[in-house]
């Protein structure tokens, strides 16, 4: 999977760079709007992350260019701008997704793979990890053949970490997909931290091997720990 | 429009200048008026007595003509009679004598019927040259004969006499009127001095010293009152101006803190080599500051936009008692959490006029406030209450530790947490109740604070309602 990153700052392209390429993508970054029109136009991508704010030639207009020529790539957005007017422009501008700065990695890595997932057959109701087992369509769950009595948010918390197996999954992610908060500053955080307090006594307390990790200053991944 | 002076004291002046102007026409063109008909009046009176001298001055020559002896009038005092017009008719019109003065001309023309019958015929005429005259004829018995004594004198005299007396009164008019001019122009520069104080001292009013106020002359005044509302603008400005730049030094500080947090923590882990997993949590820590940045500066964003009006509110009408709830099972698990117990009375049917998204946001905000300050064990109680026919009233009480009544309206201004809030762990608190009022006003209520029912605080937002019913308001609780 190949990804092409414009963006003129470098820190923040370095650090996109390694982390993606950390996720096994292969990564090509261009500092400036024009050189990365023009590797969007001349190479083929898997998908392009741009930024708005580009010297001289921004990313609005880089995008309106690539869109000119019919190429189809997938397009995610970085911008520090956030009114809803500005998102509109963005996907009218032929635009896939929008992300605004400052934003958790794991919420980038999230939306790169629903974007490359296009297309593709929907993601299977019966899910798995180590013991753990769901039937989401059902929602049923059992841990070692036992099942686990879970409230409804606390279903829906675990299904969505077991979407993301191995991943980080961040408060912002959570709020915003499982509780469906769509303002940013409605005081969560203590909420998904109870749950997640909650979810864990029932999930991992009862079991030797622990599922559910916090990353801190990150968010919480599911996952089997080598141990 | 073309004289129209910029300054008010020129203006006045000018205007009171050509008010006195145009009053002592008037007044000359009466006294004119008056002099003349005076003056006619004398003449006419005279005129009568010169009749008389006439009368007694003819006599029939030999030719059987009629002469005027010539060598009287001369002695007269008055000089009119040097101007005497001087005509004498038979009784069909025939003229008998003219005097020299009149020439061949005539003064009246043929008499009219009854003239100088009975007494004295005074009138003003014109001679056949047309010049006007004030005009005397009587009828006499002169020997025998009956003559027509016509005696005119021109108007031109009494005109004289009127020029004279007005050419008087105008030449001392513009004395009159400069010294009105100068009076007026004085006296507007001294009643308009407070304004050019008060000018002077707004001059010097800027940001570094927005404290100062205008001189106020009397309170009564027009200016002392415009002082006075000017002063009441300036107070609002300084307290605004005050508001933000302590906004902004709160700001700062807010966010320098989480910065500095950052700072040492990242400083404090490179001082030594330790392992992986100590890294690790030096990094997540320092995410952990990124966060609360994060929450601050996005906060801060829907702040400033809501107050640049940059929001749309999105209004609908809902029930106020589900969305009570709904606020209060987002926070279920805290409340639980911490053996509270909330319970909600009121009407269920109420219905709120406003934007969801945001009433929602306020009553999170304040249940959550309710929530991280009341004790284990507490409780927290909402109550919906219809206040008239289109209020409704929200108060949640709790049994925390209260806010102080001296705090009650500082508490919703931003990045303003009282001291035991300070000692929470809790991220980018200080903003969550600016938002709350913030959301509440822009939706047409009200919110604030009292001490609740049980020492706790009661937090309380009032809406515009749907469906409260229609007898007056319930006694509260």
């Given at each position: 999977?190949?990804?092409?990153?414009?963006?003129?700052?470098?820190?923040?392209?370095?650090?996109?760079?390694?982390?993606?390429?950390?996720?096994?993508?292969?990564?090509?970054?261009?500092?400036?709007?024009?050189?990365?029109?023009?590797?969007?136009?001349?190479?083929?991508?898997?998908?392009?992350?741009?930024?708005?704010?580009?010297?001289?030639?921004?990313g609005?207009?880089?995008?309106?260019?690539?869109?000119?020529?019919?190429?189809?790539?997938?397009?995610?957005?970085?911008?520090?701008?956030?009114?809803?007017?500005?998102?509109?422009?963005?996907?009218?501008?032929?635009?896939?997704?929008?992300?605004v700065?400052?934003?958790?990695?794991?919420?980038?890595?999230?939306?790169?793979?629903?974007?490359?997932?296009?297309?593709?057959?929907e993601?299977?109701?019966?899910?798995?990890?180590?013991?753990?087992?769901?039937?989401?369509?059902?929602?049923?769950?059992?841990?070692?053949?036992?099942e686990?009595?879970l409230?409804?948010?606390?279903?829906?918390?675990?299904?969505?970490?077991?979407?993301q197996?191995?991943?980080v999954?961040?408060r912002?992610?959570?709020?915003?997909?499982?509780?469906?908060?769509?303002?940013?500053?409605?005081?969560?955080?203590?909420?998904?931290?109870?749950?997640?307090?909650?979810?864990?006594?029932?999930?991992?307390?009862?079991?030797?091997?622990?599922l559910?990790?916090?990353?801190?200053?990150?968010?919480?991944?599911?996952?089997?720990?080598?141990? | 429009?073309?004289?129209?002076?910029?300054?008010?004291r020129?203006?006045?002046?000018?205007?009171?200048?050509?008010?006195?102007?145009?009053?002592?026409?008037?007044?000359?063109a009466?006294?004119?008026?008056?002099?003349?008909?005076?003056?006619?009046?004398?003449?006419?009176?005279?005129?009568?007595e010169?009749?008389?001298?006439?009368?007694?001055?003819?006599?029939?020559?030999?030719?059987?003509?009629?002469?005027?002896r010539?060598?009287?009038?001369?002695?007269?005092?008055?000089?009119?009679?040097?101007e005497?017009l001087?005509?004498?008719?038979?009784?069909?019109?025939?003229?008998?004598?003219?005097?020299?003065?009149?020439?061949?001309?005539?003064?009246?023309?043929?008499?009219?019927?009854?003239?100088?019958?009975r007494?004295?015929?005074?009138?003003t005429?014109?001679?056949?040259?047309?010049?006007?005259?004030?005009?005397?004829?009587?009828?006499?018995?002169?020997?025998?004969?009956?003559?027509?004594?016509?005696?005119?004198?021109?108007?031109?005299?009494?005109?004289?006499?009127?020029?004279?007396?007005l050419?008087?009164?105008?030449?001392?008019?513009?004395?009159?009127l400069?010294?009105?001019a100068?009076?007026?122009?004085?006296?507007?520069?001294?009643?308009?001095?407070?304004?050019?104080?008060?000018?002077?001292?707004?001059?010097?009013i800027?940001?570094?010293?927005l404290?100062?106020?205008?001189?106020?002359?009397?309170?009564?005044?027009?200016?002392?009152?415009?002082?006075?509302?000017?002063?009441?603008m300036?107070?609002?400005?300084?307290?605004?101006?005050?508001?933000?730049?302590?906004?902004?030094?709160?700001?700062?500080?807010?966010?320098?803190?989480?910065?500095?947090?950052?700072r040492?923590?990242?400083?404090?882990?490179?001082?030594?080599?330790?392992?992986p997993?100590?890294?690790?949590?030096?990094?997540?820590?320092?995410?952990?500051?990124?966060?609360?940045?994060?929450?601050?500066?996005?906060?801060?964003?829907?702040?400033?936009?809501a107050?640049?009006?940059?929001?749309?509110?999105?209004?609908?009408?809902?029930?106020?008692?589900?969305?009570?709830?709904?606020?209060?099972?987002?926070?279920?698990?805290?409340?639980?959490?911490?053996?509270?117990?909330?319970?909600?009375?009121?009407?269920?049917s109420?219905?709120v006029?406003?934007?969801?998204?945001?009433v929602?946001?306020?009553?999170?905000?304040?249940?959550?406030?309710?929530?991280?300050?009341?004790?284990?064990?507490?409780?927290?109680?909402?109550?919906?209450?219809?206040n008239?026919?289109s209020?409704?009233?929200?108060?949640?009480?709790?049994?925390?530790?209260?806010?102080?009544?001296?705090?009650?309206?500082?508490?919703?201004?931003?990045?303003?947490?009282?001291?035991?809030?300070?000692?929470?762990?809790?991220?980018?608190?200080?903003?969550?109740?600016s938002?709350?009022?913030?959301?509440?006003?822009a939706?047409?209520?009200?919110?604030?604070?009292?001490?609740?029912?049980?020492?706790?605080?009661?937090?309380?937002?009032?809406?515009?309602?749907?469906?409260?019913?229609?007898?007056?308001?319930?006694?509260?609780?």
């Open positions: 999977m190949r990804i092409l990153i414009v963006e003129d700052e470098e820190k923040m392209a370095r650090a996109l760079r390694i982390g993606l390429e950390a996720e096994q993508f292969s990564v090509q970054v261009a500092g400036t709007g024009e050189e990365g029109f023009f590797l969007a136009s001349t190479e083929t991508y898997d998908l392009v992350i741009l930024d708005l704010m580009l010297p001289a030639r921004d609005m207009e880089v995008l309106a260019a690539l869109r000119g020529r019919s190429l189809s790539v997938p397009v995610l957005i970085l911008t520090s701008r956030d009114t809803v007017e500005d998102r509109v422009r963005g996907l009218d501008a032929g635009a896939d997704d929008y992300l700065k400052p934003f958790a990695f794991s919420e980038l890595l999230a939306r790169i793979r629903a974007l490359l997932r296009r297309g593709k057959p993601p299977s109701d019966r899910l798995k990890l180590a013991d753990l087992e769901m039937d989401a369509a059902g929602r049923v769950v059992s841990r070692g053949g036992r686990l009595s409230t409804a948010r606390e279903f829906d918390l675990l299904e969505y970490l077991l979407r197996p191995g991943r999954v961040s912002e992610m959570l709020a915003r997909d499982v509780w469906r908060e769509t303002a940013r500053y409605t005081p969560l955080d203590n909420v998904i931290d109870v749950h997640i307090a909650h979810l864990r006594r029932k999930l991992d307390e009862p079991f030797n091997k622990k559910l990790h916090t990353v801190r200053g990150v968010g919480f991944i599911l996952r089997e720990d080598p141990s | 429009m073309w004289l129209r002076p910029k300054r008010i020129t203006r006045l002046t000018l205007y009171y200048a050509g008010m006195l102007a145009g009053v002592l026409a008037l007044y000359f009466g006294v004119s008026v008056l002099l003349f008909w005076q003056a006619s009046t004398i003449l006419k009176r005279l005129g009568e010169d009749l008389e001298t006439v009368k007694g001055l003819l006599y029939h020559e030999d030719n059987g003509e009629v002469n005027l010539e060598d009287y009038h001369h002695h007269s005092d008055w000089k009119q009679v040097q005497r001087l005509e004498i008719l038979a009784p069909d019109g025939t003229i008998l004598y003219r005097n020299e003065r009149l020439g061949d001309r005539t003064i009246g023309g043929p008499p009219f019927p009854g003239e100088g019958e007494g004295y015929s005074g009138r005429a014109k001679m056949s040259d047309g010049t006007p005259i004030i005009l005397i004829s009587r009828k006499y018995d002169l020997q025998g004969q009956t003559i027509l004594i016509r005696v005119g004198y021109s108007e031109s005299l009494i005109w004289n006499e009127v020029w004279g007396t050419l008087i009164l105008i030449l001392a008019s513009p004395l009159i400069a010294g009105t100068y009076a007026v122009y004085a006296t507007v520069g001294r009643a308009l001095y407070p304004v050019s104080r008060m000018a002077h001292r707004a001059e010097q800027n940001s570094e010293h404290n100062a106020r205008l001189p106020v002359e009397s309170e009564e005044g027009e200016l002392g009152y415009l002082a006075g509302v000017f002063n009441a300036l107070s609002r400005i300084e307290q605004s101006f005050e508001q933000l730049k302590r906004f902004t030094a709160d700001a700062s500080h807010e966010l320098r803190t989480p910065l500095a947090a950052i040492s923590i990242g400083e404090v882990a490179l001082q030594e080599d330790v392992g997993a100590e890294y690790r949590d030096t990094i997540g820590s320092m995410l952990e500051e990124v966060n609360r940045l994060t929450t601050i500066v996005e906060s801060l964003l829907t702040l400033s936009r107050d640049a009006g940059q929001i749309d509110m999105q209004v609908s009408v809902f029930p106020l008692a589900a969305l009570v709830r709904e606020s209060a099972a987002l926070l279920e698990v805290l409340i639980d959490d911490k053996q509270l117990t909330f319970t909600l009375v009121g009407d269920e109420v219905g006029e406003a934007d969801r998204l945001y929602r946001q306020a009553v999170v905000n304040i249940l959550h406030n309710a929530v991280k300050f009341t004790p284990v064990g507490g409780s927290i109680c909402a109550t919906i209450q219809c008239g026919r209020r409704v009233e929200l108060s949640i009480s709790d049994t925390g530790p209260g806010i102080p009544a001296r705090e009650s309206a500082r508490i919703f201004e931003r990045f303003v947490r009282l001291d035991e809030a300070r000692t929470t762990t809790d991220v980018g608190a200080g903003l969550g109740l938002v709350a009022k913030w959301a509440v006003q939706n047409n209520g009200e919110i604030g604070v009292t001490t609740g029912p049980h020492a706790g605080s009661r937090f309380w937002i009032r809406l515009p309602a749907v469906g409260c019913p229609d007898e007056g308001s319930r006694p509260r609780s």
